[in-house]
């Protein structure tokens, strides 16, 4: 196994203190290359993640959130399930003032799907 493999095997979401607890901000993140494997035909698909929080008491570490995006290459899981599960596990390590996950898929077979799944949205 290569050191990166490993490093993305190992890896798991690390909240980081927010500097600044006392102010709104937001905190923009695209992950262009993100892949996983449908889970009918096992072909790659891929998509660009979109997440965009307005922190409380914890921000979300860069390297363990890339880690933590690229352990999904290769599961096998819908667009749907991928897009909330990003969302829910970002939820729930951070539990921001308002998050938002968009799961900008590639268009397969003549199909662009686009989920987005938001704070406002859910009690």
Known sequence: MKYGEKEILESKL???PNPYP???YTIEIT???FSCLCPR?????YATIKIT???DQYIVELKS?????NKYRNQYISHE??????YEDLYNLLKPR??????????RGNVKTIIKVSSEDNP
Do not use: C, H, M
């Open 14 to 16: 690390e909240p980081w």
């Open 22 to 24: 006392d102010r709104n």
């Open 31 to 33: 992950f262009p290359e």
């Open 41 to 45: 035909s096992g072909y790659p698909d």
């Open 53 to 55: 929080y307005i922190p």
């Open 65 to 69: 959130l890339k880690l933590y995006l």
């Open 81 to 86: 399930e991928a897009t909330n599960k990003i």
């Open 98 to 107: 308002k998050l938002q996950v968009i799961g900008d898929w590639n268009p």
